[in-house]
């Protein structure tokens, strides 16, 4: 499944949606999923500070989160 991630107020989490803006999977903090940087998928695991109160990419603190692009491989 692939699509863009986008922040799910409802829900309180970040979700894989299509081109329309439509939810198509939920993710959790600590799960892992594949973005797309620089023509590469990249495995990350999203994770969420209390303290900052932000959503963050464990060891890629520096990439926007809400926008990217990112798979998820279904068993």
């Not at 894989?16 to 993710?27: A, F, H, P």
Request: hydrophobic fraction near 40%; proline fraction near 3%.
């Amino acid at each position: 499944m692939t699509g863009i991630l986008m922040y799910s107020k409802e829900d309180h989490c970040y979700a894989i949606t299509d081109r329309k803006g439509r939810l198509q999977k939920l993710i959790r903090a600590g799960q892992q999923l594949y973005v797309y940087l620089c023509e590469v998928w990249v495995p990350v695991i999203l994770q969420y500070s209390a303290n900052l109160g932000n959503w963050y990419f464990k060891y890629l603190p520096g990439i926007e989160v809400a926008g990217c692009k990112a798979m998820i491989k279904e068993s």
